[in-house]
Structures are given as structure tokens and as C-alpha cells.
């Protein structure tokens, strides 16, 4: 009889397996030797069958490092469940949004190039992960009040072998080497590596020479393939932790090769450089490194070009980029507001879009520039007409902007307001935020009102 394999470790358990092996064996001995079964040896034999199953069965749910068997024994709280694995959680994480998520399965969610909660669409402003230290405890505090192990439910990170150290020195020596083929080779390797687990992610975050001998053939050649393979790579490198970030950006050489691959690359080349500006830009000490490098502007201009595969990572870069105060004006002065403008009016990425232009609306330039554009009609059209939440609420923050900066656009608003009801009916309806610009702008307009009388 083969080995099960649930026994292996503890000698009573071992004992037990071959006393109930051997009863077994017994039996059906006895049941070869009699001409009839009789009901005892019937009995015995369930018996034992039944005694060799429950043994097997706790030995899985003390050894099983997955939770799939005490998740069968016992339901769990709501709140302990990951919304993307539906399982308990085993490193429970706070995701941007406020969402907690299991580690590994947002991670993997980031990873696949999602720039959104899983849960509530909203777009990220940032991808780093905060330990949600409460929900762990509380999570840690259950298992033992049900009598589950806890041992194994957290993951730890995976060792790096001196296998991996041995193939990871390999391949740099191939991808910086003078042949362009084993410079092709090495790199699609080792993007499909830095992609499949985190052994060679933590590798090239061992030191900035890893980084350089990666991007060092792109110093030196233009190769469509090989190009995308290192931006590729960067990315991957970049999701691992904060860590990576700064020592990816900290390079000399990489800001300005994803410049030139954001100008000059393929579409793909050109997403997965955008991507990788998202990525790095999660660090604030990399947002103002970046910020003034001048890579804004190439990413205006592929935002501009709207090419599906491209615009929302060119969006979330750019988004990301802005959280510091003074890529705005950047921004601004890139021609931003014109493109967002421009896409929005038109219904394209108006979730992504809004968003971005929301954050800009705080500079006074980009008022201006909005109303040369003719911005509050369709962004009174969005208030009035759009089914989401999240698009009326920066429609309307945009709108109490320019309501409080620009004198000369109440007239329309206040058209707006007597034909349709509109901000009257956000300020009872809309989001919180909503609500409260949206009463920021009555109330701004019954004071310009009073005045024209008094006057």
C-alpha cells in the first residue's frame, strides 16, 4: 500500500497508521478465507475504514498550510474575507482606496496592470499596501478562540537559493554583453522571471549594479524587442517594494531610458514604461526626481494619442506624478487640461480623465485654460446626466473651483440651476464631497444674487 503521506513526522500518528494498515490487512485476509462475509468482520472493517479516515483528516488540518480544510470545519466572519479570493485572509493589507485585501491576491491584481479597487473601481492613487494590523489580530484572536492553528496562515516571503543567485548572475553577464542575440535572450528571461516570482525582484534590489548592467545594451543600441523586454523588467522590479523604487529611479540611467522609451517605443514599450512611472511614483522622494525630469510632457502626448492599451497607465502616471503639488503646474503648463479637456468632452476614459483634472483644477492656469474650452457646459452635462457617483462628485468639485475663481461663469451655472435643478439636487443627493460643493456653489450664488439686489 502506498504511503499517504500524513503521517510522515510524528511517530505516534506513524504508529497509529500501521496498527489500522495492519488491522486492515487482517481482515480482508479473513474475508478471502471465508465462503460468506459475516456481519462482525463486516463491522470491524468499517470500523477501521472509518478510525484510518479521521486520522487522515486531522492530520491534513494540522499539516495543511493552505485553509481550504478548516474553512470547511468553520465559517468565518465577513469582514476576515478577502473580496478577491473570498477566502480568510492571511496578511490582510489596505489597499489606497481604504479596502483591506489579502497580500497576495491584490499584489497579483497589481501586478496583472490594474490601476483600480478591485471593490470599488476607484482609481488608485498609489499602490502600496498598509498592513491592516488590527484585522490580523483580530483574525489571530479568532482562529484560537475556534481552535485553529495560526502557524502557517501567514506566508512568508520565498528564500532565495543560490540556484536562482547562479542563474540571476548568468543572465546579467548575457543581457550586458556585446551579443545582441544573447542580449535578447537574457532580457526576455529575465522579465519573464521578475514577473513569475519575487526570488529575482529582490535580486536586482540588492545593489543599483544589477539595474545598470540590465539597461546598459539600451545605452548602446536600439532594439524594438530588447527594449521592451528591460522596460518590462524595470516594471516588474519596481512592484516588488518601496525599497526597489528608490534604488530603480535613484539609477541615472533609467529615468531617462523610460523617457526615450515613452518617446520613440512600441505601443506596448510605451504602456509598460508609463506603468512603470506609475509604479515608481508611489514613492514620494521619486515624484519630485521624476517630476523634474520632463517626463510629463511624453506622457501628455501619449495620453493624447489615446491609444487603448496605453491611456489609462499614461493617466494613472500622470495622476500619481500630481499628488506633489508641484507637478501640477507641470503638468499644467504641458498642455494637460487641453488633452483631458479635449477627452472628456468627447466621453472617452471620463472616469480616469475627471479625476486627473480634478487634482489640476487647483492651479489657476488650468481655470483659465478650462474656460477657454468651454469646460463648465460638458462638465454641467456630467453633473446632470452621468449614472456615477464618482464622476458627479468631480464634476462638481471642478465646477466649485472655477465658481469661486472665475466670476464670469456663474451666469451659466446659474442658467444651469434654473432650467434643470441641478446642483440643487447633488446637494441633496451626491456623495458627501459632492454635497458639500455643491452647496459651496448655491450658496456662493445666492450671495452674488443679494448683492445684485442690495446693489
Known sequence: MAKTGFFDSDPTAIAKAKELKLEMKKLLSNIEEEDGLSVQTIDQLQEALSAFRQATTMRKMEKSSSLEMLETAVSFPDEFRCPLSNELMRDPVVLASGQTYDKLFIQRWLSSGNRTCPKTEQVLPHTALTPNVLIRDMISKWCKTVGLETTNLYESKKAVTRSDR?????????????????????????????KKGTEFRALFGESSEGITRLVSPLLLNRDEDLEEDVITTLLNISIHDDSNKKLVCENPNVIPLLIDALTRGTVATRSNAAAAIFTLSALDSNKALIGKSGILKPLIDLLEEGNPLAIKDAAAAIFTLCIAHEN?????????????????????????????????????KAV????????VSWLLEITRESECKRNKENAIVILHTICFSDRTMWKEIREEESSHGTITRLAREGTSRAQRKANGILDRLRKAMNLTHTA
Open 166 to 194: 547562479e542563474v540571476f548572475n548568468s543572465l546579467l553577464c548575457k543581457v550586458s554583453s556585446s551579443n545582441i542575440q544573447d542580449q535578447r535572450s537574457a532580457a526576455k528571461e529575465l522579465r519573464l522571471l521578475t
Open 328 to 364: 501640477r503646474s507641470r503638468a499644467v503648463k504641458d498642455g494637460a487640461v487641453r488633452v483631458l479637456g479635449k477627452k472628456i468632452s468627447e466621453g472617452l476614459y471620463v472616469d480616469e480623465l475627471l479625476a486627473l483634472l480634478a487634482m489640476l483644477v487647483t492651479h489657476w
Open 368 to 375: 483659465e485654460e478650462l474656460g477657454e474650452l468651454g469646460g
